[in-house]
């Protein structure tokens, strides 16, 4: 399951994003809400490129699973529980 996104740097509107110890990890559904262009649908983009197991190119972005630490770069080769997403 995935857990949190330890790493988003140079990413469309994240400039530096750092999961801070008070933020809490995502659980098996999550609603996401914000104000426009607060980076609600670029994350959506993330997570489907994850879903569909696509490489990201852009930025450094990593993704904590209970499995461990998955980097962006390289999803298509990783071992990855199916993430859905709605947006």
Known sequence: MLLSLPV???HKCYSSFAWSKDLPEFKRYNLLFG???SGKSTL???L???GH???ISEGEVSFK???GIVD????S?????????LN
Do not use: C, H, M, Y
């Open 8 to 10: 988003l740097r140079d």
């Open 35 to 37: 104000w426009n262009g």
């Open 44 to 46: 959506a983009g993330l």
């Open 48 to 50: 489907q490129q994850l």
């Open 53 to 55: 197991r696509r490489d």
């Open 65 to 67: 699973f209970a499995e």
């Open 72 to 75: 962006g770069a390289s999803a």
């Open 77 to 85: 080769a990783a071992l990855l529980t199916p993430i859905r997403v």
